[in-house]
């Protein structure tokens, strides 16, 4: 009787360890053929990016399909590997109905406490659905400027001009600027002296922008012809004239730097003053229509 007990003893135990070895195998065949789904996914998708943005000329096109491809991609990753743990739960024995019960209930709670993050998240859905940012975009979000270097469902990281970088939360996001959306404008203010004839000064202008958009290495970022506005501020000690370009995304500020420095240069061949601050003193007169005299007095006492 003894032997037969341990013979069946064995026998489960052998039975026991064939189960475990199937469940395994089962569990590991499952994340392999999750792991060659996720990467024939990422694969396909990557592919399908390269298509589509070689069939696109606009680079706005561009950047909107490379943000969006990159949130299909992390979507269609979770998908894949959500469904890999609960067939693996399911292989294991494990009901998955009581675990999605209990997480759904758990997540209400953790919900209340936790509202800040999903404002984050449901923010960057939104945003990129919409389109409101691409990979490359020049932003404005909330006084913070920079360059968008990666933006997830939680996150926009900015690269500023000095190299910084800054972490912007997508429910933080309630005012944004997007400086390169399809085109910018180059606005671009130049003072002269009161005493100059500004008809002629914003001909000039307007000339040396004409010049500047018809050369080969400019005449591909400017996209229309040159709007002088004319005066736009009478300042303490110049006129301040406007002029604006439109331009290529993001090349305003090329432009810009550029056109001044050129209207400087023709300026100075003109004649025509671009004045430093300064200041007139006026005493004022009597009754009789005289003004009186400044004393000035010279350091060593002397008038």
């Known amino acids: 009787m003894h032997f037969l007990n341990l013979q069946v003893t064995q026998a489960e135990l052998l039975s026991g ?66 469904l890999a743990v609960t067939i693996s739960l399911s292989i294991l ?70 190299g910084d970088v800054v972490y912007v939360p997508n429910g933080a996001i309630t005012n944004l600027t997007n400086k390169t959306t399809d085109y910018s404008m180059a606005v671009i203010d130049v003072g002269v002296a009161y005493r100059e004839n500004l008809q002629e000064a914003l001909n000039v ?25 004319g005066v736009e501020t009478l300042g303490d000690s110049s006129v301040i004239l406007r002029l604006r370009l439109k331009v290529l995304p993001g090349e305003q500020w090329s432009i810009r730097r550029e056109y001044l420095h050129r209207i400087k240069q023709r300026f100075d061949e003109l004649g ?18 005289k003004a009186p005299a400044f004393r000035i007095e010279a350091p060593d006492g002397a008038e």
């Open 272 to 289: 025509i003053e671009i004045p430093y601050p300064h200041l007139t003193l006026y005493a004022g007169q009597d009754k009789g229509g």
């Open 205 to 229: 202008m307007e000339s040396v922008a004409r010049e500047f958009a018809s050369e080969t290495t400019w005449s591909t970022r400017i996209l229309a012809e040159p709007e002088v506005f």
């Open 93 to 162: 024995g494990i009901s998955v109905a009581p675990i999605l019960t209990t997480a759904g209930v758990s997540g209400i709670a953790v919900g209340f406490a936790a509202q800040s993050l999903i404002k984050d998240y449901f923010s960057g859905l939104v945003l990129l659905l919409e389109g409101q940012l691409r990979i490359g975009d020049i932003v404005d979000i909330g006084g913070v400027a920079g360059q968008v270097e990666e933006m997830t469902l939680r996150y926009v990281r900015l690269r500023q001009l000095n």
């Open 17 to 82: 360890l064939i189960s475990v070895s199937q469940t395994v195998a089962q569990i590991v065949l499952v994340m392999i053929v999750a792991w060659l789904v996720s990467a024939v996914l990422s694969r396909a998708i990557t592919r399908m990016s390269k298509r589509t943005r070689t069939s696109k000329r606009s680079a706005d096109e561009v950047k909107r399909i490379e943000t969006s491809f990159r949130l299909i991609r992390f979507v269609s990753r979770l998908v894949v590997w959500a």
